[in-house]
């Protein structure tokens, strides 16, 4: 029952990509409103300096020479000259790369230009403003005050501007002066700011990743290796532990988990007792069925045989004949020969013994022994005649341990054979009746071990 769940059911990639998706909005919601603080204030910035810078060469600006000008329209005149001096001084004063200049006659989305700071138009030349200036321009010559305007396109380039009214000796707003500045260097802070916001994002949402699965680990980890306990558990492996070191709700579960285990343990361990006794008391010798289990055991260390392996051999070796219960006591206990018929009644206890256990969900991992002890490795066994590596491992190996036992001591239609007589019967068989991998490893075991184990004299 080996069960691996799709990546997107996993709990450590759900809570790795909780935390990632969590931390990636946190960062990138930040950096957003970081962004939005720092375009408004370069905008504030940007737009204060140029109000400053309007208002005050608004002031060096005489209103009434002004008027004078544009009703002269011309720009050769000494007044003119003096006019545009000033808004000269102004540029290269703030270091503006871009004219400053006054507008007159301002009427919707049409003014008219009257003193520019670095060319010769005409006063009076027409300009068409952008839809983005125009109610800016009109509030400053409707209410005589300073204001600049957002970020605008227009045909010439990305602008911000700002207007300062140009007053006359009577206090009233005569032209509006015009400093702009081009707002590319603007855009490309916004755009250093936006490239800094996104780079913070994925750095954060790499750390994210990082410590999201660091800390699923944490918490998964733990789970995962008590889901692996709970497996063996409801397969019938009661041996299997797993040590949780958090003390926590998981480390409860854990604790609970393990006392659960170890009860069952218990429970299964006295239901197999009980299961041997009643097979010894059909006629085995007392304590038969665990020697079995040792000697089986004992083959398995020289293999490469698993833990869960192990116990399944230890179990399937204490069962192996349950089927038997089925078979008359007179055919078991018979001294003679059995007839074809008895013959075929005795060969169905495996069938039987599979029958009766796989309806006990803590003993079906004795199954392979039980079903498979009597199967030969050259495919003429019972029941079913498995080859080979078909045969269930476990009942391999048990069966070289089984007919080692049976040859060594007293049945009712023959005498105890001598084990050396035996072992060598084995090696005889090696690749007919019996697996030759298992044939070596029970070979090497030596005979004096063998016949502790066997419970039977020691090879003469």
Wanted: aromatic share 6%; charged share 20%.
């Amino acid at each position: 029952m080996n069960v691996r769940l799709p990546i997107w059911r996993r709990l450590g990639w759900r809570l790795g990509a909780s935390f990632l998706l969590l931390t990636a909005i946190a960062i990138l919601a930040s950096g957003l409103l970081q962004y939005r603080a720092q375009e408004q204030w370069l905008r504030q910035s940007l737009g204060s300096l140029l109000l400053n810078i309007a208002r005050t060469g608004a002031l060096l600006l005489d209103g009434d020479l002004h008027e004078a000008v544009v009703a002269a329209g011309r720009n050769d005149t000494p007044e003119y000259a003096r006019l545009r001096r000033e808004l000269q001084r102004i540029q290269e004063t703030n270091r503006l790369g871009d004219a400053v200049y006054t507008l007159s006659h301002v009427q919707g989305a049409m003014a008219r230009f009257a003193v520019i700071s670095n060319t010769q138009v005409p006063v009076g030349f027409e300009y068409r403003l952008a839809p983005e200036i125009q109610p800016i321009l009109a509030r400053v010559l409707r209410e005589g005050t300073a204001a600049y305007t957002g970020i605008y396109r227009s045909s010439s380039g990305t602008w911000i501007t700002a207007f300062a009214p140009v007053k006359n000796s009577a206090g009233q707003t005569v032209a509006a002066l015009d400093v702009d500045f081009r707002a590319d260097v603007y855009l490309a802070e916004l755009g250093a700011v936006r490239r800094r916001l996104y780079l913070h994002s994925l750095a954060g949402a790499v750390i994210a990743l990082v410590a999201g699965v660091l800390l699923a680990r944490q918490i998964t980890r733990p789970v995962g290796q008590l889901a692996a306990l709970a497996r063996s558990i409801v397969e019938g492996h009661f041996a299997s532990s797993v040590r949780v070191g958090v003390r926590d709700e998981i480390g409860m579960l854990g604790n609970v988990l393990h006392l659960m285990a170890e009860r069952l343990r218990v429970s299964h361990r006295s239901m197999t007792d009980v299961l041997v006794r009643a097979l010894e008391a059909r006629g085995e010798e007392s304590g038969s069925l665990q020697r079995l289990a040792a000697a089986s055991l004992a083959v398995a260390e020289r293999l490469e045989v698993s833990a869960t392996q192990r116990e399944a051999l230890e179990l399937g070796a204490l069962l192996h004949d349950i089927g038997e219960i089925r078979v008359p006591e007179t055919l078991l206990g018979k001294s003679g020969p059995l007839t074809p018929e008895e013959r075929m009644i005795v060969a169905r206890h495996p069938e039987w013994g599979v029958d009766l256990l796989e309806t006990v969900p803590l003993l079906t991992p004795a199954l392979d022994v039980v079903g498979g002890h009597h199967e030969r490795y050259d495919g003429s066994g019972y029941p079913h005649g498995l080859k080979a590596e078909d045969i269930p491992l476990t009942a391999r190996v048990f069966a070289v341990v089984d007919a080692l036992n049976a040859m060594t001591h007293d049945r009712p239609y023959r005498r105890a054979r001598l084990l050396g007589e035996a072992l060598e019967i084995v090696r005889e068989q090696a690749g007919k009746q019996f697996d030759p991998r298992i044939v070596e490893a029970a070979l090497a075991i030596p005979p004096e071990r063998w016949a502790a184990l066997l419970a039977c004299p020691p090879a003469s």
